[in-house]
Nanobody, 125 residues
Framework: VQLQASGGGLAQAGDSLRLSCTAS????????MGWFREPPGKEREFVAT????????YYADSVKDRFTISKDNAKNTVYLQMNRLKPEDTAIYYC???????????????????WGQGTQVTVSS
């Protein structure tokens, strides 16, 4: 699976941004696609993920009610709509995918085998 991420950039607190990630290659029926982020000086952390076939979504508590993960089946693309951005959302955002996840590991960084290039999101106060 190859992942190509786009979007991100500069925003002010309260603004919105949207990230996109397109998958190519053999994705299979058990695909999860999601987003992680790496704030400055911190470890990579879970943001949101989606079971591609069922559409079920999972969110980190810090972004729930502000971020929405969605997909376009025809484009093999997953989106992360980020609303009401906060300075603490500043990070490099990474798209991730895996085809063998179990439910107990959907929020774990090391459970994902495929990663896109990071895209910077910077939110100023």
């Amino acid at each position: 699976v190859q992942l190509q991420a786009s979007g991100g950039g500069l925003a002010q607190a309260g603004d919105s941004l949207r990230l996109s990630c397109t998958a190519s290659g053999r994705t299979g029926s058990r695909l999860f696609m999601g987003w992680f982020r790496e704030p400055p000086g911190k470890e990579r952390e879970f943001v949101a993920t989606m079971n591609w076939s069922s559409g079920k979504t999972y969110y980190a508590d810090s972004v729930k009610d502000r971020f929405t993960i969605s997909k376009d089946n025809a484009k093999n693309t997953v989106y992360l709509q980020m609303n009401r951005l906060k300075p603490e959302d500043t990070a490099i955002y990474y798209c991730a995918a895996d085809t063998t996840l179990i439910l107990s590991s959907v929020r774990q960084v090391n459970a994902y085998d495929y990663w896109g290039q990071g895209t910077q999101v910077t939110v100023s106060s």
